[in-house]
């Protein structure tokens, strides 16, 4: 199919990453910690007080300066009252400042003062609109360092579990995985994992540039349709040539198409499955173990590592680690292999380690 049609049918797009920071609040969303609404309540009631009560005590420090209609000296209740009614804007009058003193403090102080109060009061409206400016400094922020992460295309069950084990693996932070997908619930997931999340179709070039995936060291396609894949693998290699981009597929007969469009991996769903499916009707213990050996957080776990100066030259099978492959030049070894028999320096080990859980 030509590159110009290709392009067509992604709805090739450059202009939503010119896009200012403010415009792009909604579309890209930076995490940030949540605070229970209690929280929220109690530090503004605490912060409501606080000014209350300072202003009391600047009324009470110049009591004399101010005349109640009563004509009777000013306690400490009748300073808090003013405070109330003047942070309030009420202003019944009944106690006024009557020095030259008074009314500069209540003209420099209690101005502020009454100004911190009507916010902490309607906080909610401000909160608001101070939340939109913030996500929008975020997002610049965040868009100019971005470097070296990952980004995953699709938070269904797939990425999900991509996700947990990049992150139970330690091979990332959540900081360091962008999740793009078009269903706004499973961002508002994503979003909860603490997970920077971008609203957009992923076979849009412009999309995975606002993703980062242009400076991404992996790129992971989870998405449910392998049309969609092929798609989304090829506008991300054009953008990121050198990343390593890992897609998912259900079929088979697929697999090509991925590794045309520039997938350095893919993995078939349904035929792994199907294979432990199989298995688990005559030998279920092959299947647990398999299941243990893809679950890095408990038991046993698959992981690669650089080769130690003592192990150069000798056997992946006479170490203490049980080596399932030698990586060299980025090609994979089986330990049966000849060319496997003397290990590199160069050489990363693909082994079987334990968890200690």
């Not at 401000?126 to 971005?146: F, G, M, P, T």
């Not at 998405?223 to 998912?248: F, G, H, S, Y």
């Amino acid at each position: 199919m030509p590159k110009g049609r290709l392009r067509r049918l992604k709805g090739f797009d450059e202009r939503l990453t010119a896009q200012p920071g403010h415009l792009l609040v909604g579309v890209l969303r930076i995490p940030e910690d949540q605070t229970g609404p209690g929280r929220v309540i109690a530090r503004r009631l605490a912060i409501a007080l606080v000014l209350l009560v300072g202003a009391a005590l600047v009324v009470y420090l110049d009591r004399d300066g101010y005349r109640d209609v009563r004509a009777a000296p000013l306690t400490f209740l009748d300073c808090l009252y003013f405070a109330a009614v003047s942070l309030s804007t009420t202003g019944y009058g009944d106690i006024t400042p009557i020095s030259e003193v008074a009314r500069l403090v209540n003209t420099v102080i209690f101005t502020p003062l009454r100004i911190a109060f009507l916010i902490v009061l309607v906080g909610t409206t401000l909160e608001l609109l101070s939340e939109r400016s913030r996500q929008a400094w975020k997002i610049q922020r965040w868009r100019s360092k971005v470097r070296n992460h990952t980004v995953v295309i699709g938070y269904g069950t797939k990425g999900k579990r991509a996700v947990a084990v990049r992150v139970s693996d330690e091979e990332s932070t959540q900081g360091e995985i962008v999740v793009v997908d078009t269903d706004r619930s499973a961002l508002e997931h994503a979003g909860a994992a603490g997970l920077v999340t971008v609203h957009g179709d992923a076979t849009k070039s412009d999309v995975l540039r606002l993703a980062g995936a242009q400076h991404a060291s992996s790129i992971i396609v989870a998405t449910n349709r392998d049309d969609t894949a092929v798609l989304v693998t090829l506008t991300a290699r054009e953008i990121a040539p050198k990343a390593r981009i890992v897609a998912a597929i259900r079929e088979a007969e697929n697999s090509h198409l991925l590794q045309q469009s520039g997938a350095d991996s893919v993995v078939v769903s349904s035929e792994t499955a199907g294979r432990l499916l199989g298995l688990a009707t005559t030998t279920p213990s092959v299947v647990e173990m398999i299941e243990d050996l893809l679950t890095p957080d408990a038991g046993l776990a698959i992981a690669e590592r650089e080769v130690e100066p003592a192990e150069v030259g000798g056997s992946p099978r006479h170490l203490s680690d049980t080596v399932l492959g030698v990586v060299r030049d980025g090609r994979l070894l089986r330990i049966g292999a000849p060319e496997a028999d003397a290990i590199e320096a160069a050489d990363r080990l693909l082994y079987v380690r334990d968890t200690g859980h």
